[in-house]
C-alpha cells in the first residue's frame, strides 16, 4: 500500500513539474542577419595610397526641448539635419501665455527612413586587371594585385526625388546600421595599392587577376511631411500635414575593401 502511495505521489509531482517546464520556456530572441565578407574580399584600408575619410555619421543628439517636440508627432522623425534644426532653435515661454496661438510653417521635409532590404554586391564595380602570359613558361608565375590607374567609386540614389541629400544620408545610416561594414557614396581606390596575396598562374596558361569594388544595394521607404510648430499657450509641440511615402533605392559603395577574382586560360580572353 505503501509502495502504491509513493508511486502516486512521484506521477503528480512529474505531471505538475512537465507543465511548469513548457510555461517557463525563454522565447528565442531572433538574431539579426551578418553580412559576413567573403574570403576573396580583402580590407585594404593600410595598402590604398589614397586615404579615404572615414563616413562614421554621428548619431545626433536631440535637446530636451527637441525630444519634446519629437515625441508630441504622430509621425516618426529621424531626419539629422530637422533635429539639427530643431536643437537650435529656442522657443521661449512668455508669463502672458494664456490664450497665445501661434504656427510655425517649418517646410516640407524627408521624416524618416524605413529599410527594407539591404544587399552587398560584392562585385559592384570592377577596377582593375592584373595580367600575365604564361604561356610560354615551364614554371607557375605568381602574379598579385597591383591597381594599375586611380579609381573612383560613386554610388547614388536610383531616382530622382525631393531632398536627395537628407535622404541620402538616411539611408547611409539604415545600411551600415545592418551591415556593419564602412560606407560611403564615393570612395577611392588609390594608384599604386596593392595586396601581398599570391595567384599562380600554371604553365601554358593566361593569368588574369580581376578586381572589383564591393556595394550594397539599399531599398526602402521614405516618409515626407509638411512640419508645423503650434504653440498653443504654454505648450509646444509639432503637426505634421499632407504626408506622403515613396519607395527608393540607392547604391552604396563599400569603403577600403576589394574583392578579388582569378582566372587562368589557354586562350586570351
Excluded: C
Amino acid at each position: 500500500m505503501k509502495r502504491n502511495i509513493s508511486v502516486l505521489i512521484t506521477m503528480l509531482l512529474m505531471l505538475t513539474f512537465i507543465p511548469s517546464a513548457y510555461a517557463h520556456k525563454v522565447p528565442v530572441k531572433k538574431v539579426s542577419v551578418k553580412y559576413q565578407v567573403p574570403p576573396s574580399v580583402r580590407n585594404i584600408t593600410k595598402e590604398n595610397t589614397y586615404p579615404n575619410s572615414t563616413q562614421d555619421l554621428p548619431l545626433l543628439q536631440p535637446s530636451d526641448l527637441t525630444k519634446k517636440l519629437i515625441n508630441s508627432s504622430k509621425v516618426k522623425i529621424e531626419n539629422p539635419d530637422l533635429i539639427r534644426m530643431l536643437n537650435e532653435s529656442s522657443i521661449n515661454s512668455t508669463p502672458f501665455a494664456i490664450g497665445y496661438r501661434a504656427i510655425v510653417y517649418l517646410g516640407q521635409w524627408p521624416l524618416n527612413y524605413e529599410s527594407t532590404e539591404t544587399s552587398p554586391n560584392w562585385e559592384f564595380q570592377k577596377i582593375n586587371t592584373n595580367y600575365f602570359d604564361n604561356r610560354g613558361g615551364k614554371a607557375p608565375y605568381q602574379i598579385k594585385y597591383v591597381q594599375e590607374s586611380q579609381k573612383i567609386i560613386r554610388g547614388g540614389l536610383t531616382a530622382k526625388i525631393a531632398n536627395p541629400e537628407d535622404v541620402k544620408k538616411m539611408m547611409l545610416l539604415k545600411a551600415m546600421e545592418k551591415t556593419h561594414l564602412p560606407l560611403s557614396f564615393d570612395t577611392i581606390i588609390g594608384a599604386g595599392t596593392k595586396n601581398d596575396h599570391i595567384y599562380n598562374i600554371p604553365p601554358n596558361r593566361l593569368g588574369y587577376l580581376y578586381a572589383y569594388a564591393p556595394g550594397v544595394n539599399e531599398k526602402g521607404k521614405v516618409t515626407y511631411g509638411e512640419v508645423y510648430l503650434m504653440l498653443k499657450g504654454s505648450k509646444k509641440f509639432i503637426v505634421i500635414k499632407n504626408v506622403t511615402s515613396q519607395g527608393i533605392g540607392a547604391w552604396i559603395p563599400v569603403q577600403d575593401y576589394v574583392s578579388f577574382g582569378f582566372a587562368a586560360s589557354e586562350r586570351p580572353r
